[in-house]
């Protein structure tokens, strides 16, 4: 079992920052890679970003291209979210999660989740 602890998350005005930060218990044979999902309100959650733990590679949805910046300290088994511009449609619960197999921007390839932190951005 892989427990995934989340920080970061708060109220912050549009066009404001967070960094978000998740840590997991430990790393699994079966994983190349920590990603970040939300869920706003009514909607289903969506992919946002991944990085992988061997190349560092990462992978974007199109809405935060150019925005936010995901990032790993491999050594503390930690990956980060940094959050820039953000837009009240920004406004979710973010996940954070072990990539077990798959492709990288569906929700079934991850087989460990964190509990989910708010964000939530004010117009």
């Known amino acids: 079992q892989v427990q995934l602890v989340e920080s970061g998350g708060g109220l912050v005005q549009a066009g404001g920052s967070l960094r978000l930060s998740c840590t997991a218990s430990r790393r699994t044979l079966s994983s190349d890679g920590m990603g970040w999902f939300r869920q706003a309100p009514g909607k289903e959650r969506e992919f946002v970003a991944t990085i992988t733990w061997s190349g560092g590679s990462t992978y974007y949805a199109d809405s935060v291209k150019g925005r936010f910046t995901i990032s790993r300290d491999n050594a503390k088994n930690t990956v980060y979210l940094q959050m820039n511009s953000l837009k009240p449609e920004d406004t979710a619960v973010y996940y954070c999660?072990?990539?077990?197999?798959?492709?990288?921007?569906?929700?079934?390839?991850?087989?460990?989740w964190g509990q989910g932190t708010q964000v939530t951005v004010s117009s």
């Open positions: 999660a072990v990539f077990t197999g798959g492709g990288y921007y569906y929700s079934k390839s991850y087989g460990y």
